[in-house]
């Protein structure tokens, strides 16, 4: 077994959600760590683990990232971590996997499901370190956690979805 650790610099953790049912905020979370354990040549028996700070939320607007850290949404003083603890990796076809596991948000545990493709491993000159790199992506119904903050527009609808589209691109070193 190997020693498989994050290399956060070169992974990412994103996000975006409906905006007065005609536009898209996006953001992103900077601090968050990713424990990998098992055989990287065996994906469907990794065992993965991802902390999110959700106090480290960035959507490039200070009130917005101010009221996403409020009770209204992440509730960050009492809530101050996102977790997900993976069930299960199935291989969908070629380098498509399909990871299950427990996502924990605001004290509320729900199952969720993401697409994942392997991008392939290598060797890095400086270390000479294998990397390996990942994309990752699913949607969750924010509300399912006790995100349901929201406010009613004139013109009919909501100012946020529902439905929140993740995104992200890992990327390991396997020592």
Known sequence: MSNIVLDQPHSSINF??????????????????????????????????????????????ADRDAHLKSEDFFDVEKYPTIKFVS?????????????????????????????????????????GNTIAGFDFSGTINREAYGLSWNAALETGGVLVGKDVKVNGEIELIIK
């Open 16 to 61: 975006q959600v409906k905006h007065m049912m005609v536009s898209k905020a996006k953001g992103e979370f900077r601090d968050f760590d990713i424990q990998v354990d098992g055989d990287i040549n065996d994906l469907e028996n990794l065992s993965i683990e991802a902390v999110i700070q959700t106090a480290s939320i960035d959507t490039n607007q």
């Open 87 to 127: 069930k299960s990796m199935k291989k969908v076809s070629g380098d498509t996997y399909e990871l299950t596991g427990d996502v924990t948000m605001k004290g509320v545990t729900n199952e969720e499901t993401f697409t994942v493709n392997f991008n392939g491993q290598g060797k890095e000159p400086m270390q």
